[in-house]
């Protein structure tokens, strides 16, 4: 198989459309058998749930080209099942896990020429989601729905890499107490928008949130958890209902405990505490680990010792260890690696 002419060491993140994408159809309470098109568009009707009630969630993961030059996915049953939890909380239909994961499977096999090669910093993102495609006017589910999944190479999700990014601390809320905020649900990341939007003409990579009930607590970014580091070397991270359980974030944990031999701290954090750690980082699929090097608060700037060159240097070992199992340079976990047949 031929790779295609990318230019993969300059890739960001960006959609670029591939050959084949996988579709399932639900009608009558059931899912269809579903198939590989070439057919990137969808036609739908005006008053579509989605369009009008924005009933819609997706997943993203990646596939990677290992160092043995075998295609893998990382944890895609944990995608998954956490889509199966998001479509309860939406009243959408479950898709079956096992056929979520051959489908991301078919289509990255589908698309084999644009899994980036092994060492080229690029990877192949998969985006599976779901939305009501009938026609629905009163507020209720729509009666049928789509399940798809399409894919993209991808480069760093920050411009620059892994270099540290400068965050501020965000006045808008992203997810009521009691809401959405622990699924993945296209709706948290419509009210983002604007937010985002005005971070970055303020010249800031992304917003910190927090929580909205008393202000004093970290939450999480637009699209990846918090992990930070304390002076004496112990990961902490954000606990709370209201923030999406991020499988990288799961993964690291465990990766920090049973590879490094480091303490983790799971648990609520105050904002007032951030400024005693030592480094910060931004971890999510997307975002891997990308090291926060500035937080500011109205103003008042909260400077990280790791600096703004470098990743700290408890980040990079999580780095390199996550992305080395990823990769397949270091032995991972039983069931973390699926590999493309
Ligand atoms: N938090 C939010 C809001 C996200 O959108 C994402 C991205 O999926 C994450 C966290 C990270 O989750 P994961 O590591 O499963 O990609
Ligand atoms: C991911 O990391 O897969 C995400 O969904 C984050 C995103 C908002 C691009």
């Given amino acids: 198989m031929e790779k295609k002419n990318i230019d993969w060491g300059n890739l960001g993140f960006a959609y670029m459309q591939t050959d084949k994408r996988y579709v399932s159809l639900y009608k009558d309470g059931k899912w269809d058998d579903g198939v590989l098109t070439e057919d990137a568009t969808i036609q739908m009707n005006e008053c579509a749930c989605v369009l009008q009630y924005a009933q819609t969630c997706f997943e993203g993961l990646k596939a990677y080209t290992t160092e043995n030059g075998h295609i893998v996915c990382f944890r895609p049953d944990l995608n998954a099942e956490r889509m199966s939890d998001t479509c309860k909380r939406l009243e959408m239909p479950v898709f079956p896990v096992e056929r979520f994961v051959d489908a991301v499977a078919q289509v990255v096999k589908a698309n084999e020429a644009y899994v980036p090669p092994y060492g080229s910093g690029a990877t192949l993102y998969i985006r599976p989601y779901m939305f009501g495609s009938d026609a629905i006017i009163g507020v209720k589910p729509a009666n049928e729905y789509q399940f798809r999944v399409f894919c993209t190479p991808v480069g760093p999700y920050f411009k620059g890499g892994a270099k540290p990014i400068t965050i501020r601390v ?50 999480e970014t637009g699209g990846a958890n918090f992990l930070f580091v304390t002076k004496d070397n112990k990961i902490v991270t954000p606990k709370s209902p209201s923030i ?47 090291p926060v ?49």
Wanted: contains cysteine; charged residues 25%.
């Fill in 244 to 290: 999406l359980p991020s499988i990288t974030r799961r993964s690291l944990v465990y990766v920090a405990k049973e590879y490094l031999g480091l303490e983790v701290e799971e648990r609520e954090v105050y904002f007032d505490e951030v400024k005693d750690f030592a480094e910060c980082g931004l971890c999510g699929t997307a975002a891997v680990i990308s």
């Fill in 293 to 341: 090097g500035k937080i500011n608060d109205h103003g008042k700037e909260i400077c990280f010792p790791s600096g703004m060159d470098d990743m700290g240097p408890v980040t990079k070992k999580l780095y390199d260890t996550l992305t080395g199992i990823q990769m397949g340079r270091i032995e991972a976990p039983e069931g973390w690696i699926k590999v493309i047949e």
């Fill in 170 to 219: 965000s006045d808008v809320d992203r997810a009521a107490p009691h809401g959405t905020g622990h699924i993945k649900a296209g709706l948290n990341y419509a009210m983002s928008l604007y937010n985002i939007v005005d971070a970055h003409n303020k010249g800031f990579d992304e917003n910190m949130y927090l929580d909205p009930a008393t202000r004093t607590k970290v939450e």
